[in-house]
């Protein structure tokens, strides 16, 4: 697994009094952010600091300019790779945030079939399916071929490990960044067994 | 002990893919049950080694070496298209299969293959074709043209060694009534270290297996020689097999041994037969047998062949193969000094290490310690190949300048000199004035020239994809690592890198050579290291300028859902 790497310290912009925050979840079961949320009361000091953009805690549909980019989940559709280039174009620094987002995790355990035989299996194949055919509509992302981690596709500064990372590491990272040190976890931290 | 054993498990394999081109579940079973091997080591030994097949090879099973030196994969490709066979697919009517295969030793012969196991060399347009037709009318590889067969030494310059043609039986007759410490303090008043490439000091080896208290124990010699541009071995099996024998039994006198075994990589099995001839030879005339000489000292040789496995020239690997299982290293220490074959002290030497020890037992350590350097006694056996005019084995003294070798192999415009094979030192001209010595530029023995008209990133490409082949997939730095490695570069030479990308190989580079389990992982990024350090403007000229390039198509990969949903709108593209 990679580890934190070594890249420029973050330093707070002169600009804005609090840091900018955006979080996304892609390919993911959002369970990374349940788990940032289980800092619990922690949110109000931090809040004091920093300020979110585009995250589903807020609703705001589209990333501005922001400092700090944490990205939750694999890539798995056209999409996801959207949001992902939009957070990279506009955050200084990107986080992958746990196992998806880190090395495909669950949703890339499809990379075993071909996307033909994931497809005909959920639409046509599977028992009580009503109008078999695979949706085609245009609103609807196409899928990749394969499931990718996001450093695939983008430069990745950080990487916070974990199936979620738990919400300590969220705190350590972040207070890390926030007091300009190179983020470094602990290895209580990185331990899941 | 019979010399070649038709009971060993890899000779067993080997004669079952030979009669019916492959390794079917049934047949593990059965061979399982025979050896009274689990079926499960049966299996894992099938799938470990390169030339055993879990599916059926063609009646015509040809390996194309893919060195840079002995390889050629356009004649491979002219042979696919003339017989119309895809590389890696056995043709249906089961006649045949082409595949490639790392380095057969055959760089002083320019493109060379293996046509069911034989060697053939000096392959050329015109050999293709008629190889070809050869198949074609399924003519047997026996009744093909000899001289396609023919192999040569290429003994370009003799120093110490070659120049010496021992008497069957001298060393041993010199050694007759010199006690086991005697003969080591010879040994180790020579200097002579290993010729493998590590050069650990022979007699200091020597000595801690004989002192390692057990009841037994064993002399390897290591003949499988695997590093991509090394074939010295190949010359000394050739024509110094008495020589090298000799060594292995001078060895077993003094460590106390009665057992010793020449492991032959499985590209040099046309060998095989000369050897064991040599053997039978040196038995009847008493020096190798019960009763060696009269001097009531027991020792005989055995021969195992390899089956296509690089990693098998590590030493502890190279152990578990003679012991029936894949070769994988084992955690050392200990060292085979202490816990070798069956767990017993094992020496385990270079062809070339044992045949200095022979001469030096008969002349004396003054013979060889008045060549060489200080650090480095004696003389290197060097494989000299690529882009030069005489390609062949070249013996000097230590201390020769890289210099010096590439003006007598008539080498111009040289670009860089690959030493010790992928596993060693690429160097560019700044480093020609160095020695070759194991405190200068140690080496194996291999000795790859490239001159100024080779793409010298498709030569480090071609060491990456090597090392990736070989790796033994047991431990996660080296198994994923090699493959990162592989990636990396790979996407660099195609023009989609970027400066992030150079960071993401060094940054590999780095964990896999500090984190492997074996040699084999701490060596599998020097290439690419060497290269970004003496050849960087050859990594950039290749960059994007721009900060990072996925590492796959984007587009090309909606290719699957978009047929499948018949969209090409602009939604449909990335």
């Known amino acids: 697994m990679k580890q934190l790497k070594k890249r420029e310290v973050f330093t707070v912009s002169e600009s804005s009094p609090k840091v900018r925050v955006a979080t996304t979840s892609l390919a993911g079961c959002f369970g990374c952010h349940m788990s940032f949320l289980d800092m619990d009361e922690r949110i109000v000091g931090l809040l004091e600091h920093v300020e979110f953009s585009r995250s589903p805690i807020n609703d705001i549909k589209h990333c501005e300019p922001c400092d700090i980019g944490l990205i939750e989940g694999a890539l798995c559709n056209a999409d996801n790779v959207h949001v992902l280039k939009e957070f990279r174009d506009n955050c200084k620094i990107i986080i992958a945030v746990g196992a998806c987002a880190i090395n495909g995790g669950v949703p890339a355990m499809r990379n075993h079939f071909t996307l033909k035989e994931c497809l005909e299996e959920a639409f046509l194949d599977e028992i009580g399916v009503d109008n078999p055919h695979i949706p085609n509509d245009v609103e609807i992302p196409l899928l990749l071929n394969k499931v990718h981690p996001i450093h695939e596709v983008v430069k990745v500064d950080y990487y916070l490990p974990g199936c979620p990372p738990p919400a300590d590491a969220f705190v350590k990272i972040l207070t890390d960044l926030l007091e300009g040190r190179e983020p470094s976890l602990p290895k209580e931290m990185l331990h899941y067994d | ?574």
């Not at chain 2, 090298?244 to 040099?268: D, H, N, P, W």
Request: aromatic content about 8%; hydrophobic content about 40%; overall charge negative.
């Open chain 2, 1 to 574: 002990m019979t010399p070649y054993s038709s009971e060993h498990l890899l000779h067993v394999l080997h004669a079952h893919q030979q009669r019916f081109h492959y390794i079917s579940d049934q047949a593990i079973c059965e061979i399982a049950t025979r050896l009274h091997l689990p079926r499960a080591q049966v299996e894992a030994v099938t799938e470990f080694y390169a030339f055993f097949h879990r599916s059926p090879r063609g009646r015509f099973d040809i390996l194309f070496s893919n060195c840079t030196s002995c390889g050629n994969l356009t004649l491979m490709q002219q042979l696919c298209d003339r017989l119309n066979v895809c590389m890696d697919q056995t043709s249906s009517d089961g006649l045949i299969s082409i595949s490639q295969t790392s380095c057969i030793g055959m760089c002083d012969h320019g493109a060379s293959a293996l046509i069911n196991g034989l060697t053939v060399t000096s392959l050329s347009e015109q050999i293709i074709e008629e190889m070809g037709n050869l198949i074609e009318s399924e003519t047997p590889v026996s009744a093909w043209p000899t001289s396609w067969f023919q192999i040569g030494n290429n003994i370009r310059k003799e120093g110490l060694l070659l120049t010496e043609a021992l008497e069957p039986g001298a060393a041993l007759k010199a050694i007759a009534g010199r006690s086991s410490d005697e003969i080591l303090n010879e040994i180790t008043a020579s200097g002579l270290k290993g010729r493998g490439g590590a050069g650990f000091s022979t007699g200091l080896k020597w000595k801690l297996c004989r002192d390692a208290a057990s009841d037994s124990r064993y002399v390897v010699c290591n003949a499988d020689e695997g590093e991509p541009g090394t074939f010295k071995d190949r010359i000394l099996l050739n024509s110094h097999a008495d020589t090298l024998f000799e060594g292995m039994t001078v060895c077993g006198k003094v460590i106390g041994a009665s057992q010793g075994y020449l492991y032959l990589r499985g590209e040099y099995r046309y060998m095989l037969d000369a050897l064991l001839t040599t053997l039978q030879n040196r038995r009847e005339a008493g020096l190798l047998g019960n009763n060696v000489l009269g001097s009531g000292f027991d020792f005989d040789i055995a021969v195992v062949v390899g089956a296509g496995a690089y990693i098998c020239g590590e030493e502890s690997a190279l152990i578990e193969s003679i012991e029936e299982k894949p070769g994988i290293p084992r955690i050392r220490p200990p060292f085979p000094v202490t816990s070798g074959l069956w767990g017993k002290p094992t020496v385990v030497n270079n062809v070339e290490t044992l045949v200095a020890a022979a001469g030096i037992v008969l002349h004396g350590h003054h013979w060889f310690e008045t060549s060489g350097t200080w650090q480095s006694k004696g003389s290197k056996l060097l494989s000299v190949s690529g882009d030069c005019a005489r390609a062949g084995i070249y013996e000097y003294p230590f201390g020769v300048t890289v210099a010096q070798i590439l003006e007598d192999a008539g080498a111009e415009d040289v670009q860089a000199v690959q030493i010790g094979g992928p596993a060693g030192r690429l160097i560019g001209a700044e480093s020609f004035t160095n020695h070759i010595a194991f405190e200068d530029i140690a080496t194996g023995g291999s000795f790859m020239i490239f001159d100024t008209s080779r793409d010298l990133l498709a030569v480090i490409g071609n060491f990456t994809h090597f090392f990736d082949h070989e790796s033994c997939g047991f431990c996660t730095p080296c198994r994923v690592g090699t493959t990162l490695l592989k990636n990396g570069l790979d996407k660099v030479c195609s023009g989609h890198g970027t400066a992030h990308d150079i960071d993401e190989l060094q940054r590999t580079a780095a964990l896999v050579s500090r984190r492997s389990h074996c040699g084999l992982g701490m060596t599998a990024p020097n290439p690419i290291r060497d290269g970004l350090k003496v050849f960087p403007q050859l990594f950039e000229a290749r960059l994007l300028h721009q900060e990072m390039e996925p590492e796959f198509n984007l587009d090309a990969s909606l290719e699957e859902a978009r047929s499948l949903t018949n969209r090409d709108d602009a939604e449909a593209h990335l």
